[in-house]
């Protein structure tokens, strides 16, 4: 009896990791959406699928075309805040901008902050939503 427990213990301290553990590995990683590398820490994306399956991307609008082509539930959904490179925050807690002074890799010129001090251009704040919304057009 004891040895099972044992081995309950250690199955389900495996089993326990959490995704908010889990970071973007630039350079090794790739987008899902289009297979590109992800590489520039100021860009990229992560999803919790609602089943717990990570899904990475080398920026927020491949993942906003993903969820919206292949209807993705999620459980979350954070972006690499472009003022705090590598750094993953929530995107309802993002403010968005979309400019030719940011190239972000698919082309969108979209790029994520994680407050709306570290915007230093005069552009227009978008929320998550109204960020899918340009994309999406």
Not at 24 to 36: A, L, N, W
Not at 51 to 68: Q, T
Not at 99 to 107: E, F, H, W
Not at 111 to 116: D, G, L, N, P, Y
């Amino acid at each position: 009896m004891r040895t099972q427990l044992k081995l309950l213990w250690i199955a389900l301290m495996f089993c326990t990791c959490s995704w908010s553990e889990e970071k973007i590995k630039f350079g090794e990683d790739h987008c899902v959406y289009c297979r590109m590398s992800i590489s520039d820490p100021r860009y990229g994306a992560l999803l919790v699928t609602d089943k717990g399956r990570i899904r990475k991307y080398d920026a927020a609008e491949c993942m906003i075309n993903d969820v919206n082509e292949n209807a993705i539930a999620s459980r979350k959904m954070m972006v690499i805040a472009y003022d705090q490179p590598k750094k993953l925050i929530h995107v309802d807690s993002a403010y968005f901008v979309i400019s030719s002074v940011y190239n972000s890799p698919m082309g969108a010129n979209m790029a994520a902050f994680s407050s709306k001090e570290a915007i230093t251009d005069s552009l227009a704040l978008l929320t998550w939503q109204q960020a899918n919304q340009s994309i999406l057009k």
